[in-house]
């Protein structure tokens, strides 16, 4: 019997048992490019145009002396964007014939909407006149003011009246904020004989009606 071989027989078979065994390679998840968030598209912002802002007047023909035939007066309506601005905004009404020196008006920080111009003959006026309602864009809401940027008026021999105190750029009234309802004034011609100039145009506001 060869009993001697049997441990070397052993010790191989021992050592195959040690020997690690391979196994295959970690495999990485896959990837479902599908199941991918989204980025979210964001919300555009809305921006609201202000609504247009709009006056109407009514205007009275007061006291014209008799020997006129006509008074046609011209009327417009200065918005302003900025509060500051009511007076920058119609300059023109600081200064003309029979207007004292003032100091001189800085030009206006906002910008000035001026509206049409709309006329009438205060000698035609039966009662009240309403004006179409005269508009600006929303953003000219801080106030406004009527003017009377020219007045003519005619005898009744059909010369021209001059020697009239107001009748260019007349500032007729001022209202500061947005308008609401109706505006009401009155326009009149004073006559004179013993001042410089022989009428005046004169405005009174009525206020609110």
């Known amino acids: 019997m060869r009993h001697g071989a049997l441990p070397l027989i052993l010790a ?11 196994g295959p390679p970690d495999t990485a998840e896959p ?11 964001p919300t555009a912002t809305t921006t609201t145009t202000p609504q247009p802002v709009g006056v109407e007047y009514a205007v009275r023909a007061g006291t014209i002396p008799d020997e006129f035939e006509s008074v046609t007066v011209t009327l417009r309506v200065v918005f ?3 509060t500051e601005d009511m007076g920058p905004c119609w300059r023109e009404t600081f200064s003309g014939p029979y207007e004292p020196t003032i100091t001189p008006i800085a030009p206006p920080t906002g910008e000035c909407h001026r509206s049409e111009s709309v006329t009438v003959d205060l000698t035609e006026l039966d009662g009240e ?32 009246v001059t020697g009239m105190r107001g009748s260019s750029d007349k500032l007729v009234t001022t209202v500061e904020g947005r308008p609401a309802g109706q505006h009401r004034v009155t326009l009149s011609v004073a006559a004179y004989d013993d001042r410089p100039y022989d009428y005046w145009l004169v405005a009174e506001d009525d206020g609110a009606g």
């Open 80 to 82: 302003v964007e900025r």
């Open 31 to 41: 990837t479902d490019s599908a199941t991918a968030t989204a980025t979210a598209t």
């Open 129 to 160: 006149r309403s004006f179409v309602r005269l508009t600006a864009p929303g953003r000219f809401a801080a106030g406004h003011a009527l003017i009377a940027t020219n007045t003519t008026a005619t005898y009744r021999n059909g010369t021209t």
């Open 12 to 22: 191989v078979l021992l050592a195959g048992c040690a020997a690690p065994i391979a």
